[in-house]
């Protein structure tokens, strides 16, 4: 990855309008700025969220409260919480997460 052309700046994530995406079940309320072609955002899962496709997009993902569960499309799955992280490119390992009582990440992709 490579920044360029964006200046410093300060986000207070609490000002960014949400946009609500639902699942299979639940649903996704996403908080999103965008800087050229990255994109920069605070999700909050619902409690029994369940993704409704796999995902192909490479993504950095911190988990900033909760537990979310993400399966791979070969089966493994991974358990994120407080304090952990995953990494993936475009195209590789396509995935898609759940949560049973609701999670908090920070995704850069």
Known sequence: ????????????WAEVVPTLH???????L????TF???????VEYSAD???????????IVLCVAGELRTELRDGRTYV???????????GVD??????REGATLFIVD
């Open 94 to 99: 396509a995935h898609r997460s759940s949560s």
């Open 80 to 90: 994120l919480r407080p304090g952990m992280s995953y990494q993936v490119a475009d």
């Open 36 to 42: 050229g072609s990255l994109r920069v955002r605070l």
């Open 49 to 59: 969220y369940a993704a409704d496709h796999w995902c192909d997009k490479g993504h």
């Open 1 to 12: 990855m490579r920044l360029t052309d964006i200046p410093f700046g300060i986000t207070d």
């Open 30 to 33: 996403w908080r999103t700025r």
């Open 22 to 28: 639902a699942g299979e079940t639940g649903e996704a």
